[in-house]
T-cell receptor
Framework: DARVTQTPRHKVTEMGQEVTMRCQPI?????VFWYRQTMMQGLELLAY????????DSGMPKDRFSAEMPDATLATLKIQPSEPRDSAVYFC???????????FGPGTRLTVL | GEDVEQSLFLSVREGDSSVINCTYT??????LYWYKQEPGAGLQLLTY?????DMKQDQRLTVLLNKKDKHLSLRIADTQTGDSAIYFC?????????????FGTGTRLTVIP
């Protein structure tokens, strides 16, 4: 059955290292969202793509975060260099423009030591 | 900007009804959503309501919208232990669908057997 996949599911890294998280949206979906979930801030939208073009990345710290869609089947979120405050669960979601539902992946739990 | 608020915790006994409340500030909201997050998983859409509706019922779920007071509620009838999860209210002002969702902090529902 169709679902959003994310890799890795868990990542532990040391401060200063580069982290790359990957997302495979549901085939045929043309919108992709990256969210970050923490206890303190809740669920925050980091970036939003439509037809692979970034539409809104205002929620993303630009100095260290970058989000791309190399092709329609892959979205990436990179953090370089990573910091302990980046520790969170990062969710990818995909959907169809003009539809009512975003389909969430299982998330990547990132721990930066 | 948009602000969506929820109480953080709710406990109910199995078989009772649960009512989860949400308030939002943006009067131009077009769609309002309830998402469910089970432990270790991503968010899953439960139901949504268009802003020109007052009520929507789907099996054990009843959504009530008071647009004047900007208040949304989710009632779960005959609450089961499997309903234990975090419930997120979300709103969108996008006329075309589920883009640019703004999520509340989530309400953790605990069902006591």
């Amino acid at each position: 059955d169709a679902r959003v996949t994310q890799t890795p599911r868990h990542k532990v890294t040391e401060m200063g290292q580069e982290v790359t998280m990957r997302c495979q949206p549901i085939l045929g979906h043309n919108t992709v969202f990256w969210y970050r979930q923490t206890m303190m801030q809740g669920l925050e939208l980091l970036a939003y793509f439509r037809n692979r073009a970034p539409l809104d990345d205002s929620g993303m710290p630009k100095d260290r975060f970058s989000a791309e869609m190399p092709d329609a089947t892959l979205a990436t979120l990179k953090i370089q260099p990573s910091e302990p405050r980046d520790s969170a669960v990062y969710f990818c979601a995909s959907g169809l423009d003009q539809a009512f539902e975003q389909f969430f992946g299982p998330g990547t739990r990132l721990t930066v030591l | 900007g948009e602000d969506v608020e929820q109480s953080l915790f709710l406990s109910v006994r199995e078989g009772d009804s649960s009512v989860i409340n949400c308030t939002y500030t943006d009067s131009s909201s077009t769609y309002l959503y309830w998402y469910k997050q089970e432990p270790g998983a991503g968010l899953q859409l439960l139901t949504y309501i268009f802003s020109n509706m007052d009520m929507k019922q789907d099996q054990r779920l009843t959504v009530l919208l008071n647009k004047k007071d900007k208040h949304l509620s989710l009632r779960i009838a005959d609450t089961q232990t499997g309903d234990s999860a975090i419930y997120f209210c979300a709103e969108s002002t996008d006329q075309t669908g589920a883009n640019n969702l703004f999520f509340g902090t989530g309400t953790r529902l605990t069902v006591i057997p």
